[in-house]
């Protein structure tokens, strides 16, 4: 059927796909048997839509298509619809000459969507769709290229998992999957009459606990013939204890792992084993968690969060650099118009929004996107900025999440760190603006970036503290030290040197400052010390605190964890037992930090046509990796004696290194950019350039 | 169950219901077999709500609850549920105390929606919903009153109806319902293996065309035992054709009409009984049309549209006064935010919107619902003054829809029609304003209203012709004299006396003006002719013009009559044979010229608080009749000798009416208020007022 047609794909109204999914998974969420739908409000696809296409033909020309949902077929303009025939593939003729053929679709299950192919014309986007709602638009499409895979059904892949272990208990078994997994659970031969209990832990504790788990199913056996009896909502877990009534039986229990089929195009491996484990475990946890959309943890929540997803996002660049799963999370955390609420309710995270999609163009360079979404971009800005002060600054309103961390704070007023948020965020938006050609709102963004942050330092830096104070309530300066706006201000490149200096010593390195204790910001915390110039200290600290998990057991990272908690307590968050999420991608931290300042590997210029490589051994006799860009891998290695990078990708990288002795290059020109500083241009396609550390000290 | 139970109704989110339902609704036409959804976007209801209740209980309280779709209970704050049996009907105990129930509720094929009563609370207008968007808002209700009734269903009555005739021809048979009715269609005892056709015709002529019928349907029989076999989809009709395959036998064919229940309230009879039977006809063709919405047409399009609903309205109001289905069809037509495109896709029929808000406030003086609808009433006007322009006018974007009427004229530019309709709504919206006191839009609105009408004078008022010019385009003046815009005047009463004599004399009763050619703005015109005085001649062509239907035989009246069209061409429409409707609501008008000018019923303070009679004889001998308010009737009486007025409402009205003799009343005092013009105050409750006209000339 297929043979001579044009190449073809699914197509749809743009952002309904990842609109309509965010949806169906935002309510999958359950507690002990109980539905728990999110807390913001789930936008819809439109349920009607016309595609449209003008044909220039020589001969006429034969359309095979199928259409997820019901629809009529239109030429030029008449009401009278073509006659087709009602089968799930069909075919309608268009004749030679210039026609114009709409497509009415109709569907309130699915996304309306359609493919059709001909010899010379198949559905692309080229093809237009409206929503009745005044504009035609470029239909959009992903990667369903099947006339008989429409996209109703996610493209997950599937592994069958036998158990690593069975032990039997009093009131029946406990299975462990050997490690953290994800899907469904088969019963083969299941027989008799009765049910089956699955109490489903990420902890053994957990599945032992039965009804105190998070999450249990039960299914019911009624067949004397042996059958294969399959669960039917996913779950997290390693270990499931099952229970089953005395008239039933089964042969043997097995797991399906469902997971989004992704390339794990960044690597490392060092001198240290347990920062390998870290990496290895990391890039598990965030694959675990990035499926239809980048998750914050699979067990409890399985919702999309902003803030969360701003981490997880960053980390997927330095591993799997999959940015469908980034665009796709996007538009779903956008939503649709109107602005009435912030993103996830919390304040912060919608301005994470626009942080995000600044990190992804700069990763990704893909303008396209950008320009896709500069109308809700423009309008989420709009939203926020009527929602300012008369200063020029956010509030919460009463019914405002200002989340900021897990941690006891003032969070009324004019908060600095919120500030700092929105002082980038309207950079990010004038950056946006620039790129799609809008001036007017590339000037008006601009200058409202640069009010704010005068405003910013004018009010809250504290010379004498050596940071950002708290804020601002009521007219009333808070000069409560904490370390969140000096770590934003020192990741948003808005300190001066001697800024910088009394942040690092006097705020991120003040033990009498108050702690962080989350892992969410403690990935923005560490990052900061990185720019700050502290890695050793950040190395160690990965070492210490994501090793203190692998040392309890854990085969995927953690929502939270505190080494000084006993044993026994390490699973309770939220006030109750076992609700820690123990697969959480925010845990995965580690893959950023190594890629981004071990092998020191970050973009300059969107998309990694300018990058920057600084690798720094912190401690290690030696460390390799690789850390993916668009188009290609950038490999370093380096060891006391030499740095080798070698690069697939088209961008032009600069090496960046110190080195006391005099070193030596294989290729390219050194330059000396400061004392015992150097640099290298890394111009030339696929060259595995070498530097060799000298033997003699150049001081000497 | 329901014993001592507080009494309690089905909540939600406001105007989720009507969305949902008009979504629903809308894509049930069909053409031939195939769908054919609106040219409109099709808003959806939320699908994810909360529910809440503050509960302050002196004793602990059982409350029965059931839920349209899934959903948890939660109490005072707590992320943990409170554990609820799973069956339709369930219950929970509110303890004694301060406590608060939240409810969360998702639903994606119907509404979320939920029903609990205890013995001293109920779900009603007292608890709270939001769709998680920042806000809580009292919930929504209407009449599902009943724990078992959710709102899934559309509360419609049903009347079974057999053929009044049915006639062999050489393919079958056909089955002739006596007069146009809707629903569907049962064949009683079918059996044997084949399909049934049935091919539906408003006329005879469409039904004996087969599938040149605008609809059809197709039955599969496939039984040894004779069963009852419906049809699914309902149809409008008075014929049907059916064909059967030789296999299948039936006994009987009957068929289900489906309506809304309502009263009809409003009444009239006279002298002459083809007025009798027009006003007759034209309450069946209003009450066919009037079910979840007011639709066009019930055979065709089955849809909503703004401008047929503003005079679907008007007529209602001097029949049924079924309020609700009127803010029904408001909520409907509104849709969500964003405005994106104008209502149905028509500039003039977003600013129809305002004007039947104007005219629903007037006649049922609800002020609720001003105050519910006034968000989106500002959003929708706003929308249109962004489209303005810099002469404050609205011209159509090139995807809109300038129609005014199915006639010949220059769409494009700034049309005087269009900008009448625009002043009229932004008058209604700064009246609104001032009702909702928001004096800030009060004084904006009617500042622009102000500026408006000074330029549609300024620029349009042509003295030579007598009315009002078409418009101006690229800043050409369009002298063309078409009665629109003179219409609008006179309807909106922007003209002064001699602007009123010369509109009447140089536009609508001249000749050489472009003719009206349908009824829809046949309505406004006769309005117009009424509002200037022209009674005689009005009633004279409601005689002739809908009496000219009844001549051809309609049971309920037409979208469409032209009285010289020959009768094989009577059906035509669009283009196409068979595609007019024969039960069109607009058809109905009638009812309000006789109503409004005739028995002479107008409010002239919202919600008849004040109100004025006039009754006009027109020529008949006698007349009686009553017009519904929103707490009573308003009975007219009226020959030659005396005028009778009655009323049971509780609003004071004003009788005015003309005597060359001296008349005398039976209560209250009249007032002489011209040459032969008389008042007298109706403002003593339940009193049978009468009017004698005296025998001696005033003036001898």
């Known amino acids: 059927m297929h043979d001579n047609l044009h190449r073809a794909t699914w197509i749809w109204y743009p952002d309904d796909y990842e609109i309509?999914?965010?949806?169906?998974?935002?309510?999958?969420?359950?507690?002990?048997?109980?539905?728990?739908?999110?807390?913001?409000?789930?936008?819809?696809?439109?349920?009607?839509?016309?595609?449209?296409?003008?044909?220039?033909?020589?001969?006429?020309?034969?359309?095979t298509l199928s259409v997820q949902g019901d629809f009529v077929l239109l030429m030029d303009g008449s009401m009278t619809p073509i006659p087709y025939e009602k089968t799930?593939?069909?075919?309608?003729?268009?004749?030679?000459?210039?026609?114009?053929?709409?497509?009415?679709?109709?569907?309130?299950?699915?996304?309306?969507?359609?493919?059709?192919?001909?010899?010379?014309?198949?559905?692309?986007?080229?093809?237009?769709?409206?929503?009745?709602?005044?504009?035609?638009?470029?239909?959009?499409?992903?990667?369903?290229?099947?006339?008989?895979?429409?996209?109703?059904?996610?493209?997950?892949?599937?592994?069958?998992?036998?158990?690593?272990?069975?032990?039997?208990t009093d009131e029946g078994v406990i299975v462990d999957f050997g490690q953290e997994t994800f899907g469904t659970v088969?019963?083969?031969?299941?027989?008799?009459?009765?049910?089956?209990?699955?109490?489903?832990?990420?902890?053994?504790?957990?599945?032992?606990?039965?009804?105190?788990?998070?999450?249990?199913?039960?299914?019911?056996?009624?067949?004397?013939?042996?059958?294969?009896?399959?669960?039917?909502?996913?779950?997290?877990?390693?270990?499931?204890?099952?229970?089953?009534?005395?008239?039933?039986?089964y042969g043997r229990v097995e797991h399906q792992y469902e997971y989004l089929l992704m390339e794990r195009r960044g690597g490392f491996n060092c001198s240290d084993s347990r920062l390998n484990e870290i990496w290895e475990v990391s890039a598990r946890t965030l694959h675990i968690n990035m499926r239809e959309f980048l998750y914050d943890g699979m067990k409890r929540d399985r919702w999309v969060w902003s803030g969360d997803a701003n981490l997880g996002f960053l980390i997927n660049n330095y591993s799997f650099f999959d940015q469908d799963v980034t665009k796709r999370t996007m538009i779903a955390l956008r939503g649709k118009d109107p602005v009435e609420f912030h993103i996830n309710t919390i304040m912060d995270y919608t301005l994470y929004w626009f942080l995000s999609l600044h990190d992804y163009y700069l990763y990704s360079g893909d303008?396209?996107?950008?320009?896709?979404?500069?109308?809700?971009?423009?309008?989420?800005?709009?939203?926020?900025?009527?929602?300012?002060?008369?200063?020029?600054?956010?509030?919460?309103?009463?019914?405002?999440?200002?989340?900021?961390?897990?941690?006891p704070m003032e969070r009324r007023g004019e908060l600095a760190a919120e500030q700092l948020l929105l002082c980038r965020s309207l950079e990010a938006a004038a950056l946006f603006a620039g790129e799609v050609g809008d001036s007017e709102k590339k000037a008006r963004y601009s200058e409202l970036a640069a009010q704010l942050k005068e405003t910013i330092f004018r009010l809250f830096w504290d010379d004498e503290q050596g940071g950002l104070i708290h804020g601002r309530h009521e007219g009333e300066l808070n000069r409560q030290l904490l370390k969140y706006p000096s770590i934003f201000a020192a990741r948003f490149d808005y300190l001066n040197e001697g800024q910088r200096v009394a942040v690092r010593e006097k705020v991120l390195k003040n033990d009498t400052v108050q702690q962080i204790n989350t892992p969410f910001m403690r990935f923005f915390?560490?990052?900061?010390?990185?720019?700050?110039?502290?890695?050793?200290?950040?190395?160690?600290?990965?070492?210490?605190?994501?090793?203190?998990?692998?040392?309890?057991?854990?085969?995927?990272?953690?929502?939270?964890?505190?080494?000084?908690?006993?044993?026994?307590?390490?699973?309770?968050?939220?006030?109750?037992?076992?609700?820690?999420?123990?697969?959480?991608?925010?845990?995965?931290?580690?893959?950023?930090?190594?890629?981004?300042?071990?092998?020191?590997?970050?973009?300059?210029?969107?998309?990694?046509?300018?990058?920057?490589v600084e690798p720094k051994l912190c401690g290690l006799d030696w460390m390799e990796g690789k850390v993916p860009t668009p188009d290609g891998e950038i490999a370093v290695y380096m060891d006391a004696q030499r740095i080798r990078v070698t690069s697939n990708a088209s961008g032009i990288g600069t090496l960046k290194f110190r080195s006391h002795t005099k070193p030596s290059v294989n290729a390219g020109e050194l330059s000396v950019v400061g004392e015992d500083e150097y640099e290298l241009l890394l111009a030339m396609p696929s060259c595995d350039y070498e530097i060799e550390f000298g033997k003699v000290d150049v001081h000497a």
């Open 20 to 63: 309509w999914l965010h949806q169906k998974v935002s309510v999958l969420r359950q507690f002990r048997g109980y539905i728990c739908p999110p807390s913001w409000r789930l936008d819809a696809a439109y349920t009607s839509v016309k595609f449209r296409k003008i044909f220039e033909l020589e001969e006429p020309e034969l359309l």
């Open 88 to 168: 799930q593939i069909t075919s309608v003729q268009i004749p030679a000459g210039h026609h114009e053929l709409t497509v009415n679709v109709y569907n309130d299950r699915e996304i309306p969507a359609m493919f059709a192919s001909g010899e010379t014309c198949g559905t692309d986007g080229t093809w237009e769709v409206t929503a009745l709602n005044g504009k035609w638009v470029p239909a959009a499409s992903w990667h369903f290229d099947d006339i008989v895979h429409p996209p109703a059904a996610f493209p997950f892949h599937y592994e069958t998992i036998q158990p690593a272990a069975i032990t039997e």
């Open 186 to 249: 088969t019963f083969l031969g299941a027989a008799g009459r009765g049910r089956i209990h699955l109490y489903y832990g990420e902890s053994l504790e957990e599945a032992m606990a039965g009804e105190g788990a998070e999450t249990f199913d039960t299914l019911s056996v009624d067949s004397s013939e042996p059958l294969d009896l399959a669960t039917s909502v996913t779950r997290a877990f390693r270990y499931i204890q099952i229970k089953k009534d005395p008239g039933v039986s």
């Open 367 to 407: 303008v396209a996107f950008i320009r896709s979404s500069y109308p809700k971009l423009i309008s989420l800005m709009e939203f926020c900025l009527n929602r300012c002060n008369e200063a020029g600054m956010l509030e919460g309103y009463p019914e405002d999440w200002v989340f900021i961390d897990w941690a």
């Open 525 to 612: 915390e560490l990052d900061a010390l990185c720019l700050l110039g502290e890695h050793d200290h950040v190395f160690q600290e990965i070492r210490q605190y994501w090793g203190g998990m692998l040392d309890l057991g854990a085969t995927t990272f953690w929502e939270e964890y505190d080494p000084d908690l006993p044993a026994e307590l390490q699973y309770d968050m939220y006030g109750d037992k076992f609700r820690k999420s123990l697969c959480h991608a925010w845990g995965a931290a580690p893959i950023y930090l190594i890629g981004k300042y071990m092998l020191g590997v970050k973009p300059t210029e969107p998309g990694y046509s300018r990058y920057r």
